[in-house]
């Protein structure tokens, strides 16, 4: 069984670029999650996807979305970067899009925007 | 929504000792309290979580409590170890969302 991966593992991105993060879920999870972590703070919410649609969304603005493919996979899209975007972002993954034991969560993406 | 206060944000242990890590909440309809693990370069990681109709759970050096009257719940870890040393992060979710709420973390360094 595979765990969940992310790629790239960092990044660093100049303010008002467009940036694309990749997660692969663990095999046989249906849900995807994404959430941003600031530095010294608790993942936040920014949006799921169960079935390839939205189900979901945080506090972000449309600057940030997303995509799910038929196996799974998960794309998470930020346009205009701005600084505050400099965070590591976590993609989850899960097997129910309802209740969910916990999430099998990647190592992360660490975006820096410059 | 939901808020989960977590406290406090940093605890020094020594090895051997125990250490207690607690959180609030404020949602009544939460009732699924997972705790996780995160090591420096690493996501989090689950460790031990508690359901509403339970109590008490308790896996091996760890344990969770939940008072649900009182909203809020606890991390006990006994017998520290230096590997214990990590980021430890409490969340809340429930059945009528679909996303888990963070508290904002507790740095614990067991010292040898």
């Known amino acids: 069984e595979t765990g969940v991966t992310q790629s790239p593992t960092h990044l660093i991105k100049t303010r008002g670029q467009q940036v694309t993060l990749r997660c692969s879920s663990q095999?046989?999870?249906?849900?995807v999650s994404w959430y941003q972590q600031a530095l010294g703070q608790g993942p936040q919410f920014i949006f799921q996807?169960?079935?390839?649609?939205?189900?979901g969304r945080g506090n972000f603005p449309p600057r940030f979305s997303g995509l799910q493919f038929p196996n799974y996979s998960s794309e998470l899209n930020v346009n205009a970067l701005e600084l505050d975007d400099s965070a590591l972002y976590l993609c989850?993954?899960?097997?129910?899009?309802?209740?969910?034991?916990?999430?099998?969560f990647g190592s992360g993406t660490r975006l820096t925007v410059v | 929504g939901e808020n989960v206060e977590q406290h406090p944000s940093t605890l020094s242990v020594q090895e051997g000792d125990s250490a207690v890590i607690k959180c609030t909440y404020s949602d009544s309809a939460s009732n699924y309290f997972p705790w996780y693990k995160q090591e420096l370069g690493k996501g989090p990681q689950l460790i031990i979580d508690i359901r509403s109709n339970v109590g008490e759970k308790k896996d091996q050096r760890i344990a969770v409590t939940l008072n649900k009257t009182a909203k809020h719940f606890s991390l006990h870890i006994t017998e520290t170890q230096p590997e214990d040393s990590a980021v430890y992060f409490c969340a809340a979710h429930s059945n009528t969302g679909n996303q888990f709420y963070f508290g904002t973390g507790t740095s614990l360094t067991v010292i040898p």
């Open positions: 996807y169960y079935r390839e649609e939205e189900n």
């Open positions: 989850a993954s899960s097997l129910l899009r309802g209740f969910v034991r916990g999430y099998t």
């Open positions: 095999s046989g999870h249906n849900t």
